[in-house]
């Protein structure tokens, strides 16, 4: 059973910064991608930033220049540094990790941390 967990949530002021981290149960390279999403209330959750086993890191259009996902691999972890944040910012941030399997891929997710960003 795969866990992620998140944490580094919190209340922050517009401007400020977070960081978010997520640990996984097992090594990071089983994994295809890892990537961050965020769900805001009343929203659809929408992809916030990937790392795929390559490396190549992908952005939103939202959060480009201002979040940065990293991992160490060393402890299994998936970072998300945002900086310069807003308050359309404010969301649950899942962290989620994807195998692929065969002709199909299976996704696991953490809990969510909540970021609230005040105006």
């Known amino acids: 059973q795969v866990q992620l967990e998140e944490s580094g949530g919190g209340l922050v002021q517009a401007g400020g910064s977070l960081r978010l981290a997520c640990a996984a149960s097992r090594s990071i390279f089983s994994f295809n991608v890892m990537g961050w999403y965020r769900q805001a209330p009343g929203k659809q959750r929408e992809l916030v930033a990937t790392i795929p086993l390559g490396g190549s890191t992908s952005y939103a259009d939202a959060v480009k220049g201002r979040f940065t996902i990293s991992r160490d691999i060393a402890i299994n972890t998936v970072y998300l540094q945002m900086a310069s944040l807003k308050p359309e910012d404010t969301a649950v941030y899942y962290c989620?990790?994807?195998?692929?399997?065969?002709?199909?891929?299976?996704?696991?997710w953490g809990q969510g941390t909540q970021v609230t960003v005040s105006s």
């Open positions: 989620k990790a994807k195998q692929l399997q065969g002709l199909g891929s299976r996704d696991y």
